[in-house]
């Protein structure tokens, strides 16, 4: 059996998905630890899904299917983009939140951008 970590961030109606497989099972624990430690922000656990599954196949197709994402599904394959792509979404958010938001200053924005 195959273990899998799966993460996906929807940008602008398009996903993206870093997958990261092995049989040993610490393997993929370990990538879903630096995964979490890298977004430990509340904020950013909002922005994307990440989840452990197990199949016969090594595959992402296999996963994907499963789980019912495979339409326009792009391949990150180095956590570190990943991570960059969930970092462009908060910003991208924060731009459309932006205008609800009243803000006096630099120093306001900044705290409400850092979640303080």
Not at 17 to 42: E, G, I, M, P, R
Request: no cysteine; net charge neutral.
């Amino acid at each position: 059996m195959y273990k899998h970590l799966v993460a996906i961030v929807e940008i602008r109606e398009k996903g993206y998905t870093y997958h990261y497989v092995s049989k040993d099972a610490q393997k993929v624990n370990k990538q879903f630890y630096l995964l979490t430690q890298k977004l430990n922000d509340n904020m950013l656990e909002s922005l994307y899904e990440a989840s452990v599954m197990e199949t016969n196949d090594q595959s992402l197709d296999s996963v994907l299917s499963s789980i019912g994402k495979m339409h326009t599904i792009q391949l990150v394959k180095d956590l570190q983009a990943f991570v960059k792509l969930v970092y462009d979404k908060k910003l991208i958010t924060i731009a459309k939140r932006l205008p609800e938001r009243e803000m006096n200053n630099t120093e306001q924005l900044l705290d409400w951008f850092n979640g303080d």
